[in-house]
């Protein structure tokens, strides 16, 4: 604990600085249930675009083994030309949102290639959006982690160290006072008597 003045400028600055900590604690616990709520959110929207990229994995499996044929799914046959995202808000935390992306497909000669490529060419598409978005919702969940560790800090702060010391401060810079003042009315009533005893 900070020394202190013992003062009624310092006394009404500890009332001040109370009185603020008192406003802003019910906002910051706010915010810190808001980004709970949130990345509770985002982890459900992670594990379902894991589970869906698992269901397009399982239908994979049933012709996996055609990728194997020789200059068929070669690589470089799809990629990603760009990735869109849009700057989104919650609670003050600024946030990647996924929009989409965009893919270019080498081009490839419809006669000689097998009729199950243009199927498994949308399949890792798919794939890839589920990939790329869940990659973007992961940057969110950390940016909101990051958030709420240092609002639970904040919250932490104000609650167990701000506002007790504060309270504190009052109490003694109080007790300090009203015993100046008692000791004043003591040494007024004792030099009143001193007077009385010097007038007579």
């Known amino acids: 604990m900070a020394k202190i003045k013992l003062t009624k400028n310092e006394l009404k600055k500890q009332k001040d600085e109370l009185k603020m900590y008192r406003r802003y604690l019910p906002t910051l616990m706010l915010k810190k249930q808001q980004l709970q709520m949130?990345?509770?959110?985002?982890?459900?929207?992670?594990r379902e675009l894991r589970?869906?990229?698992?269901?397009?994995?399982?239908?994979?499996?049933?012709?996996?083994?055609v990728f194997g044929e020789k200059n068929v799914f070669v690589p470089g046959l799809l990629k990603?030309?760009?990735?869109?995202?849009?700057?989104?808000?919650?609670?003050?935390?600024?946030?990647?949102?996924?929009?989409?992306?965009d893919f270019e497909v080498a081009s490839y000669d419809l006669v000689k290639t097998p009729?199950?490529?243009?199927?498994?060419?949308?399949?890792v598409r798919k794939v890839l959006l589920l990939d790329l978005e869940a990659s973007t919702l992961e940057e969110q969940r950390r940016r909101l982690e990051r958030e709420l560790r240092t609002t639970t800090q904040r919250v932490n702060l104000f609650e167990k160290i701000k506002i007790p010391e504060a309270r504190a401060n009052i109490k003694k810079i109080g007790v300090y006072l009203g015993d100046q003042q008692t000791a004043a009315v003591v040494r007024?009533?004792?030099?009143?008597?001193?007077m009385e005893k010097a007038a007579t």
């Open 188 to 194: 007024g009533k004792i030099a009143k008597r001193g």
């Open 51 to 65: 589970a869906e990229k698992e269901r397009v994995d399982e239908s994979f499996k049933s012709w996996i083994a």
């Open 115 to 123: 009729l199950w490529l243009d199927a498994a060419v949308d399949n």
């Open 80 to 101: 990603v030309t760009e990735l869109r995202t849009a700057s989104g808000n919650i609670a003050g935390v600024e946030i990647p949102v996924f929009k989409g992306a």
């Open 38 to 46: 949130e990345i509770r959110t985002t982890e459900a929207r992670i």
